[in-house]
């Protein structure tokens, strides 16, 4: 049975050190999967991203993929204090103990998650303003179609620049299984969140999302998929979490410790010359 329970948390005030720690994101999608029992294909993927052109959007990106075409990713933001996780799974557990698990790791003052069913109609979240949303979460359904892992690659490969995104990794495709896999599950990192790919061999179905930090066109989304898939595609759109009025303080805080870093250096060379 494909994973269709998408939990979605959006957690703000956090622990700068945590969300900035490779060995703390690593234990948190190790403990995490252990705690629900996804039973991961993979160990987790971890790729820094500290060379964007606004400091304060640098920060950790992760993920592992699980059995039945599930997924944990993690997008850690530092500087702004915040973090973004999504559990794609076909286990249940209550939203406090799933709180409890990644608090343990990252601590958050302020945590918002929300569960979407994948397989029943969703309303997409209301009153989307890309002023204020963090960015937009494309949750994509495609039925009755084949697909080979080759043709999984080549598309999660291509289709971040033709809708605006910048990749920062390579496709990473794998099989569930080494002998009759049941599921083909690919991730592609982009600039500080992700585009992942789930197909059920035996449904002929696919989960695909496309998780953005900054508000994409929508009809050049949907001609892409449309051209990828024709008219066999569902999309729900949901805006992940607003920008914390304090995630503006801290991004000042950070600019103005740099300010003071480079002032500090300047007069350190100054001494030499």
């Not at 790729?47 to 039945?68: H, V």
């Amino acid at each position: 049975m494909q994973a269709t329970r998408h939990i979605m948390l959006d957690a703000y005030d956090c622990d700068l050190e945590q969300s900035n720690s490779f060995m703390t994101v690593n234990n948190l999608l190790v403990n995490l999967s252990h705690k629900l029992d996804m039973n991961p294909v993979m160990p987790p993927f971890l790729l820094p991203y500290y060379y964007c052109d606004e400091t304060e959007d640098g920060g950790i990106s992760a993920f592992i993929i699980c059995e039945n075409g599930s997924h944990i990713t993690i997008h850690t933001f530092p500087y702004r204090h915040c973090y973004f996780v999504d559990i794609l799974t076909d286990t249940f557990c209550a939203e406090s103990e799933i709180m409890h698990i990644i608090g343990q790791h990252i601590h958050a003052e302020n945590v918002n998650i929300n569960i979407v069913d994948r397989r029943n109609d969703n309303s997409p979240s209301a009153a989307i303003n890309s002023s204020l949303d963090f960015g937009p979460h494309y949750m994509i359904t495609v039925e009755d179609f084949d697909v080979t892992s080759e043709q999984i690659f080549k598309w999660l490969d291509n289709i971040a620049p033709k809708i605006n995104m910048v990749p920062i990794s390579r496709p990473y495709v794998i099989f569930d299984k080494r002998q009759t896999p049941e599921f083909i599950s690919g991730v592609l990192v982009v600039a500080q969140s992700h585009i992942a790919f789930h197909y059920s061999i035996l449904e002929r179905t696919a989960n695909i999302d496309i998780f953005s930090c900054s508000f994409l066109d929508d009809g050049i989304v949907e001609c892409i998929l449309e051209q990828s898939f024709g008219n066999k595609v569902k999309i729900d759109l949901f805006a992940r979490g607003s920008k914390y009025k304090n995630t503006i303080y801290y991004a000042e805080q950070h600019r103005h410790q740099q300010r003071l870093n480079k002032a500090w250096q300047e007069n350190i060379d100054s001494c030499f010359n």
